[in-house]
């Protein structure tokens, strides 16, 4: 399953500076993204989301970018800080009034690991 | 903050032993769902429950695999006869809402299951 993909495998990043993690999706009847980032052992935890209505939504250091014409999202750590170092994930979801039978349903993207190095 | 809790952190199991994973979702929540991934593999799908009956299943969900909420709390997956290609980390996750309102899942720190 194909349909939504991190093609960056890692990512390495001096404190301070910005962190941008990337995610491409192929089926445009996601209609709901959201970003997770997860540590060893624990389950994923939820980070920012947003809606194919908008293209942008912001929160703190964190903002998520939607570009729905090329499907593809960007998440935005600015400043990155140690503490960021994890794993993260894409996620996308299609909801029924867009033509489809899920109920919340997430498509996960194969994670991106981020160091953040002090 | 409320959280989804899992029991237990880790279950070992001999190949076609019966096991029960246990969740205890947001206690407001309506919507529960199970999620494994295979070490190294991604995320996946397995199951989603609402209204005490199965939303919608994926293809790993096969007649292997049940899910129950016994009670007002927990939320269960049976895995009949495990298999080794079963050994994963099962996350459990819970919305407030989904259908036409999307909302956050929230995940619990899963169960890491060995099967021997």
């Known amino acids: 399953d194909q349909q939504v993909k991190q093609n960056s495998p890692s990512l390495s990043v001096q404190e301070g500076r910005i962190s941008i993690l990337n995610c491409d999706y192929t089926?445009?009847?996601?209609?709901?993204f959201l970003w997770y980032k997860k540590y060893p052992a624990e389950g994923p935890t939820f980070l920012i989301s947003?809606?194919?209505?908008?293209d942008k939504n912001e929160d703190g250091r964190f903002t998520v970018f939607l570009n729905k014409s090329a499907k593809h999202l960007s998440l935005h750590i600015v400043p990155s800080q140690p503490g960021d170092s994890a794993v993260y994930f894409c996620?996308?979801?299609?909801?029924?009034?867009?033509?489809?039978?899920?109920?919340?349903?997430?498509?996960f993207g194969q994670g991106t690991i981020l160091t953040v190095h002090p | 903050e409320p959280e989804v809790t899992q029991t237990p952190s880790h279950q070992v199991t001999q190949m076609g032993q019966e096991v029960i994973l246990r969740c205890v979702p947001i206690?407001?929540?309506?919507?529960f769902y199970w999620y494994r991934q295979i070490l190294g593999q991604k995320v996946e799908f397995l199951v989603s429950?609402?209204?005490?009956?199965?939303?919608?299943k994926s293809e790993i969900f096969d007649d292997q695999f049940s899910v129950e909420r016994p009670d007002g709390s927990n939320f269960t997956l049976k895995i009949r006869s495990t298999k080794l290609e079963d050994s994963a980390m099962y996350f459990c996750?819970?919305?407030?809402?989904?259908?036409?309102?999307?909302?956050?899942?929230?995940f619990g720190p899963g169960t890491r299951l060995t099967v021997l």
């Open positions: 996750a819970s919305s407030l809402t989904s259908g036409r309102i999307m909302d956050t899942q929230y």
């Open positions: 089926n445009s009847m996601f209609d709901y």
């Open positions: 947003i809606s194919s209505i908008k």
């Open positions: 996620a996308a979801s299609r909801s029924p009034n867009a033509g489809g039978t899920s109920y919340g349903k997430l498509t």
């Open positions: 206690s407001n929540h309506l919507y």
């Open positions: 429950f609402y209204n005490n009956e199965i939303s919608e």
